[in-house]
């Protein structure tokens, strides 16, 4: 007689599969990273919607000082200057061509005739309100852009 004549075979019984909650602690830690990092990344869009108020009411009070148009297109150019030194020193010794290219820098779309008014408003004498308002507002996105960026 067969010794296992005897023994009663049934299917094989597989284990339930694991559930998906709750999460193994690697997850925990990837969600955990995940948070940090959005909260980081809000932290910082924070600080720089911050510097950019912050730098726009110090142009637009320096705007406010001015008497008239041709004064707030020269002061517009100085501050824009004094943001420049402050980048970088040797970016005083920029002519006409150079400077005109650092204003054009890191700006999609430049009006031609705010940037030459701005180039070249603190020297007239009579200036068109609508000009020098095109050549603030050119000069307030550079300059901004300039001092956050620092």
């Known amino acids: 007689m067969c010794l296992f004549a005897a023994l009663v075979l049934r299917d094989v019984q597989l284990s339930p599969s694991p559930s998906w ?11 955990l990273l995940l948070l940090c990092v959005l909260a980081g990344l809000l932290c910082w869009q924070g600080l ?16 406010q000082q001015a008497s008239s148009p041709l004064q ?34 890191d700006m999609e779309a430049v009006d ?13 004498r009579e200036l068109d309100p609508a000009q020098a308002t095109a050549a603030c507002a050119l000069a307030r996105r550079r300059f901004i852009a300039q001092m956050v960026r620092r």
């Open 21 to 31: 909650w709750p999460p193994a602690p690697g997850w925990w830690l990837l969600a």
């Open 48 to 63: 720089l919607w911050r510097r950019r108020q912050y730098w726009a009411g110090q142009f637009d009070q320096m705007m």
């Open 72 to 105: 707030q297109v020269q002061q517009a150019s100085e501050l824009l200057r004094r943001a420049a030194l402050d980048h970088d020193p040797r970016l005083a010794a920029l002519d006409a061509g150079h400077w005109e290219h650092w204003l054009r820098q």
């Open 112 to 124: 031609a005739q705010a940037l030459a008014v701005l180039l070249e408003g603190g020297f007239q």
